[in-house]
């Protein structure tokens, strides 16, 4: 039976208070939600993504005046920071409140929460009425899905229609990539993972520097090897592109992602060509998607400058790619 898409945000609702998966489109990228709240509807997300249990998720609120219902002792820049960028590609790691469940957090004494700034979630979030858990809707370490397409092609054979569960489509992710976390439990901001909100916004809007040391937290999409194809991705600097694509083997089926005024040889596709970095954000997923489509061998793509998202860019590259990159 196959797990139906819908655009009624009633019916994700009632599935979720059911406790069913729902995959709800953000501005990052899709998410597989299920109540925060309910130990069951959690751990199916875990089983549907295989992802290990001592992994965090993040908890998506419906605005930040939910904050207090699932963390405590927040830090005053960490609560500034919250009301001017939420709605917002920003989540921030605070201690969690005594009655959230160790499976959210991994066992940690944090939470990551957010506010999504999409307005076919939100209004899920607030007819909901509580939080929810919403990691990537794909399975763990893979590409994470931009579209409802995505999600079908990704999780179809997981998500049981027989239970409720459904994609709600919400269109195209505008950002792309996963939501900037921000480690909020003391007096010292700490880039976990970046993203669309960048270390320099979050410097000038708080007046603190940024640290990048992740003290040990485990985040989201922070394992070593993450955010990978089938195809094997190799992350080249832009000045080694042409020197990478002559070295393999001729008959190696290839796809380059490259920026628009950067010619490559007609022997192989392009899977990519981004006019800035936040094109190169928002289509960076999908390419990944058409070359495992197209049964391709080996993905280049040209690392983008680390400004900016081009940053959180280089980071999906990165670990995609594990130890093929080239400088």
């Known amino acids: 039976m196959t797990v139906p898409i819908s655009s009624d945000v009633g019916a994700a609702v009632a599935a979720l208070r059911a406790g069913a998966l729902v995959a709800l489109p953000t501005e990052t990228v899709y998410g597989l939600a299920a109540d925060a709240s309910s130990a069951d509807a959690v751990a199916r997300v875990f089983a549907a993504k295989g992802r290990p249990s001592n992994h965090p998720v993040i908890v998506h609120l419906p605005s930040v005046r ?5 963390a405590e002792q927040v830090p005053l820049w ?11 590609p920003l989540t921030l790691v605070v201690p969690r409140a005594s009655t959230v469940l160790d499976a959210v957090t991994g066992g940690q004494r944090t939470i990551g929460l957010r506010v999504p700034a999409h307005p076919v979630t939100l209004q899920v979030l607030e007819r909901f009425g509580g939080g929810l858990a919403a990691p990537s809707a794909n399975r763990f370490g893979r590409v994470s899905p931009t579209t409802a397409e995505h999600v079908i092609a990704e999780m179809g054979n997981v998500l049981q229609a027989q239970r409720g569960d459904l994609v709600l489509d ?13 480690g909020a439990w003391d007096e010292t901001p700490r880039l976990l993972r970046p993203g669309a909100v960048t270390a320099e916004q979050i410097a000038e809007l708080t007046g603190l520097p940024v640290s990048v040391d992740p003290t040990g937290v485990r985040a989201p999409g922070s394992a070593e090897s993450h955010y990978a ?3 094997r991705v190799m992350a ?3 000045d080694a592109l042409d020197g990478v694509l002559k070295s393999l ?20 596709v392009r899977l990519a060509s981004p006019i800035d970095d936040d094109e190169y954000a928002r289509q960076l997923y999908t390419a990944l998607r058409k070359a495992d489509s197209l049964s391709l061998d080996v993905v280049v793509a040209v690392l983008p400058h680390e400004a900016g998202v081009g940053l959180a860019v280089r980071d999906r590259l990165l670990r995609a790619a594990t130890n093929q990159v080239t400088r």
């Open 78 to 88: 960490a609560r500034s920071l919250a009301r001017t960028l939420w709605p917002g």
């Open 66 to 70: 939910s904050l207090d219902a699932w």
């Open 170 to 182: 919400g269109g195209a992710c505008q950002v792309g990539v996963e939501s900037t976390i921000v």
């Open 249 to 268: 083997d001729p008959a190696t089926d290839v796809g380059v992602i490259a920026p628009s005024d950067r010619e490559v040889t007609s022997s192989v």
């Open 236 to 238: 080249v600097e832009a």
């Open 229 to 231: 194809p089938v195809s």
